[in-house]
Each structure stands twice: as C-alpha cells, then as structure tokens.
C-alpha cells in the first residue's frame, strides 16, 4: 500500500509526461494536463500504512501538471514539469467498531524531463512533498508525510535518490 501511494505520488507528473508528453508538448511552450482520480483500493492486515487492521484506502485526487519546454535548459528537449493536487484520502477499516480516518491534502510535485523512451521518461531531478492530517471518527488522528528526491547526473547515473515516509 505505501509503495503504491508513494510511486504514484512521486512519479505520476513524470510517467503521465512520458506517455503523453512528445505528441502534445513538442511544439508547446506550456501544456496543463489535468488530473482526476477516484478509486478504492483493499488491503489486508498489516499492509496498511499507519493502521494494522484490513480496510480500504480511498483517494480522491483533482489538479494537474504543467510542462513547460523552456529554452536553455541543460540539455535539448527539456521539459520542466510542476504540478498540484489536491486530494481526499480515507481509511475505512474492514471491522466498523475501528475508526475510519479521513483527511486532506495538497501534493506538490516538479521535476525534469530530459528524453523520452519506449520504456518510459528519463528524469533529470523530480521530487514531490505531501503532508496531511487524518482525522478518526473516534476524535484520534494520523499525521501522513511523504517526500522524495531523485537525481541523475549527465552520464545517468542516480546521484540522490530517496524517499521518507512518517506517520505518527
């Protein structure tokens, strides 16, 4: 479950880039791709981040990304991407006497693009940051924060690569 919110997270502006970013950003300055997601997604006992019990997780996420060709950049073909969104995540335990907690969020994510694959982007430097409060319908909470940072140097090869994830 983590591993999943986190890669989505972290590298969805980039993988979304990668599949759709040559055919409508070549001849662009600026392109907005918009974001809107809505699933439920179950976990067992202990595969849960933050709770023990089995439950769903369910995410709501609006915003968008935008890819900018800036002249200039380190190398030709470069795309700078930035993005926000704004989401609702619940936790909805499979046994209703646990509570269910909600809350929240504003994700921000940017990076750079620098070429384009079959088997996907290849990313110059890309991090995101998200940081929300999950509030239990037995008044307890769940403070969630995620963050990573990945960089390659020219040669490609990952100079930093990391990603945190608390909850408390």
């Given amino acids: 479950m983590r591993h999943r919110l986190s890669t989505l997270l972290g590298s969805a502006a980039l993988i979304y880039a990668a599949v759709t970013g040559p055919a409508t950003a070549a001849g662009a300055d600026r392109d907005f791709y918009p974001e809107h997601y809505d ?16 439950g769903t997780f369910h ?25 926000v969104i704004d989401g609702t995540v619940e936790l909805i335990p499979d046994d209703k006497s646990l509570p269910t907690f909600a809350g929240d969020y504003r994700e921000k994510v940017n990076g750079v693009v620098t070429e384009f694959t079959d088997e996907g982007d290849i990313e110059r430097i890309g991090q995101f940051r998200l940081r929300t409060t999950l509030h239990g319908t037995d008044g307890s909470s769940l403070e969630l924060r995620l963050s990573g940072k990945v960089t390659f140097n020219a040669n490609g090869v990952a100079t930093v690569a990391r990603e945190t994830f608390t909850c408390a």
């Fill in 39 to 54: 699933a439920y997604e179950h976990f067992a006992a202990g595969e849960g981040f933050c709770v023990t019990w089995a």
């Fill in 59 to 83: 995410e709501v996420r609006n915003g968008g990304y935008r890819l900018v060709a800036a002249p200039g950049g380190q190398q030709p073909g470069e795309l700078h991407i930035n993005g």
